[in-house]
């Protein structure tokens, strides 16, 4: 079993940064693969980035890509998601997920995922 707990979510300008946090419980975090998705009002659930299990392997949409970094460290049971060049149509309810399941490929979609925490507001005003 793994809690999940985003943080660190705001109102920023276009243009700017923004870390969110996952803070995990449990004991099989190293043991999962992990993502964060969004959701923007209106509009269905998205896979953001993924990270593997060691954080050797990270994986991005194409709409995040060259903007945001994923990272972990295992030994806080923590996971990253740095936003840089904010843009408006990145706001969203960004969610964290975990997945002790084993896939071929990089896991990105919502099923794969079997852990996810409630959800942190990201705002971009233009």
């Known amino acids: 079993q793994v809690q999940l707990v985003e943080s660190g979510g705001g109102l920023v300008q276009a243009g700017d940064s923004l870390r969110v946090s996952c803070a995990a419980s449990g004991r099989t975090f190293s043991r999962c693969a992990m993502a964060w998705f969004r959701q923007a009002p209106g509009k269905e659930r998205e896979f953001a980035a993924g990270i593997s299990r060691s954080g050797g392997s990270t994986y991005y949409a194409d709409s995040v890509k060259g903007r945001f970094t994923i990272s972990r460290d295992n030994a806080k049971n923590t996971v990253y998601l740095q936003m840089n060049s904010l843009k408006p149509e990145d706001t969203a309810v960004y969610y964290c997920?975990?997945?002790?399941?084993?896939?071929?490929?990089?896991?990105?979609?919502?099923?794969?995922?079997?852990?996810w925490g409630q959800g942190t507001q990201v705002t971009v005003s233009s």
């Open positions: 997920a975990a997945s002790s399941n084993y896939y071929n490929g990089s896991p990105t979609k919502g099923y794969q995922y079997d852990y």
